[in-house]
């Protein structure tokens, strides 16, 4: 986990040691800025077996700003898209 001063720079890019791209970010949005903060991004994982980008998943990540630079708190995976589609419902009925 790459550590960023910079609320802007945080990704969840991530390759292994030959380089090879594991996680794909598609799109991030920031929730909150501060010494707390709160972003959804949009991904895909690299499948081994078949060298190919699976179906997009979005995580929720908390950081927490210490001694100058962001580090990960907490994250929250959403599986899929039902349950992307459980949450989007369960908050436009609780907050319409």
Do not use: H
Not at 11 to 16: G, R, V, W
Not at 44 to 59: S, V, Y
């Amino acid at each position: 986990m790459a550590e960023n001063e910079n609320i802007d720079d945080i990704t969840i890019n991530y390759a292994d040691e030959e380089g090879v791209q594991l996680v794909k970010e598609l799109d991030k949005i920031i929730l909150s800025r501060g010494s707390w903060c709160t972003i959804i991004f949009l991904y895909q994982d690299l499948d081994r077996k078949t060298g190919e980008f699976g179906p997009q998943k979005a995580t929720i990540r908390r950081y927490k700003k210490t001694g100058g630079v962001f580090r990960q708190q907490s994250k929250f995976n959403i599986s899929g898209d039902k349950q992307g589609m459980q949450i989007s419902d369960a908050l436009r009925k609780w907050f319409s």
